[in-house]
């Protein structure tokens, strides 16, 4: 086929704990990744000659080679020559619905969204664990966005463990529009005011990292218990964020307030989530907060913890 429309959800992290340092500056993660309803479109359509192209509806993120998308294409290229040079370059289009520098993922979804394209344009039939590989060259939570549904995530993010699916929960997300924060920054702040905090665990890595498969939120997912997991939601991340950005604090709280069953920031935020039982409460939890909020700035969006990643366009 000469054009694919791609779906690439958005990602939240349903537990995400900072357990040490790593030789190549990156930090040693345990998350639960959860993939949710609120998906960009990715379109790509062959264009015949040797360049990839790329146009986006969002004026806040760039159009150029340093989109993380484009990034894909010329890896994918790199590394299979002889199909780039048989089927030449395609042109992309993003429609961008994720917020930007949110702790969604937008970018990386992109980028697995388009290593998934090429190849099934290119014919390639990659494995999904060949897909990961190249998507964590891209990225730490690249890999991820690939497969999607519910995962246990560790090492740089790259590392998965696939967990039962939990598309029995709704979920709201809010996020301040002019308040985007940049992961590079949420993982140096949180270095220079906890760094030792880690290293003064006595357990090894590979002990905590076993605490945390052996840990309630697996637990809970694997034993298909909604009613524990919103009691479970833990983010290391809020502990450099809620002090700097009180407004993403409150936002939490108001959350909880208002009924949410659980509430947690996403990521490296500014995104806060609150999980809801079924549909009915998802929404009645967006109206209420919509009212207390009439802030155009506040952005609110209702949706479904879902147990797919990037996938075809109906
Ligand atoms: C925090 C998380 C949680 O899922 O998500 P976001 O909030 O960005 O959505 C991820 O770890 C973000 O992953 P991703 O956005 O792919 O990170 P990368 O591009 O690989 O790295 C961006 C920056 O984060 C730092 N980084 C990233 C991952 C990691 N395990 N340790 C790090 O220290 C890197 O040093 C780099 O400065
Ligand atoms: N396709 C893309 N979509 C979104 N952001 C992108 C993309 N390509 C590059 N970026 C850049 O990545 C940064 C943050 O990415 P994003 O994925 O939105 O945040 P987060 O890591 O918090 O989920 C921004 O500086 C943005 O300009």
């Known amino acids: 086929m000469r054009s694919y429309s791609l779906i690439a959800p958005a990602k939240i992290n349903l537990y995400l704990e900072i357990i040490g340092d790593r030789p190549d500056g990156y930090h040693e993660l345990a998350m639960v990744m959860q993939s949710v309803s609120l998906a960009d479109w990715v379109d790509l359509r062959a264009n015949g000659i040797e360049q990839f192209r790329l146009s986006c509806d969002s004026p806040e993120i760039p159009a150029d080679e340093n989109n993380l998308a484009h990034k ?8 299979f020559p002889k199909a780039y040079a048989q089927f030449g370059g395609v042109d992309m289009t993003l429609h961008k619905r994720i917020p930007v520098g949110a702790g969604l993922a937008g970018g990386s979804t992109n980028a697995a969204a388009v290593l998934v394209g090429l190849d099934l344009m290119w014919g390639l039939g990659l494995t999904r664990m060949e ?11 690249v890999a991820f966005c690939i497969g999607g549904g519910t995962a246990i995530a560790t090492g740089r993010g790259e590392q998965l463990d696939p967990l039962p699916s939990v598309d029995y929960l709704w979920v709201v997300l809010a996020k301040y529009r002019s308040l985007p924060i940049s992961t590079a920054w949420a993982y140096k702040t949180y270095r220079q005011r906890f760094e030792g905090t880690y290293a003064r665990d006595t357990d090894s890595l590979q002990q905590r990292l076993e605490r945390v498969h052996a840990g309630p939120m697996v637990g809970a997912i694997a034993q298909r218990d909604g009613s524990k997991i919103p009691e479970l939601l833990y983010n290391d991340f809020e502990r450099v964020v809620f002090p700097d950005y009180p407004k993403v604090a409150a936002l939490k709280q108001q959350l909880l307030d208002l009924g949410a069953a659980g509430a947690l920031m996403s990521g490296s935020g500014s995104t806060v989530f609150g999980l809801a039982h079924s549909q009915a409460r998802a929404e009645a939890l967006t109206a209420a907060l919509r009212e207390q909020q009439p802030d155009p700035d506040l952005e609110i969006w209702v949706g479904q913890l879902i147990a797919k990643g990037i996938h075809l366009a109906p």
């Open 72 to 79: 894909a294409a010329v890896l994918m290229a790199q590394r």
């Open 131 to 141: 897909l990961q590989e190249l998507a964590a060259e891209l990225g730490s939570d």
